[in-house]
């Protein structure tokens, strides 16, 4: 397996006998493709093609194709990691309402409030705890599924 530097050099070594860099890739992939490969179809929440399978050309029709929900929103994840979900869920307020009021956290999506709020930790924790309450579909990904 050829990595760093030496990789730099031979894409650059390869470049001009290519017409663009997908044809490049393409080539790459055709070729020299020993591993495993996985591609992540990352689609939004209120997104209509949710439902839909995600498809590629032939040249890929040999790749694994795995398809993550952008769920929870930042709220959830706060409301996971405060303890409140029960709470949240009788109250019937939107997720950001339920924050602002409930929680006292107005400036919730703020740099400044995420920076100081949030530890690789605890939000892995929330997003697990959120996958384990939530109804997500049977074949659906989320967050807590690309952590490890």
Request: net charge positive.
């Amino acid at each position: 397996m050829v990595s760093g530097l030496g990789c730099i050099h031979i894409l650059t070594e390869f470049r001009s006998l290519f017409s663009s860099a997908l044809s490049l890739v393409e080539y790459f992939i055709k070729v020299h493709t020993l591993a495993t490969v996985i591609l992540a179809n990352i689609v939004g929440k209120r997104n209509p093609s949710r439902t839909e399978k995600f498809s590629l050309g032939k040249l890929y029709a040999s790749f694994r194709v795995l398809s993550f929900i952008t769920h929870p929103e930042a709220e959830i994840l706060a409301v996971m990691r405060e303890g409140a979900w029960d709470k949240w869920k009788r109250s019937g307020k939107k997720p950001s309402d339920f924050c602002k009021q409930d929680l006292g956290m107005s400036e919730i999506k703020s740099n400044e409030f995420l920076t100081v709020y949030w530890d690789v930790d605890s939000i892995a924790a929330a997003a697990r705890e959120y996958k384990r309450l939530s109804k997500i579909g049977k074949d659906e990904l989320c967050l807590a599924d690309l952590i490890r």
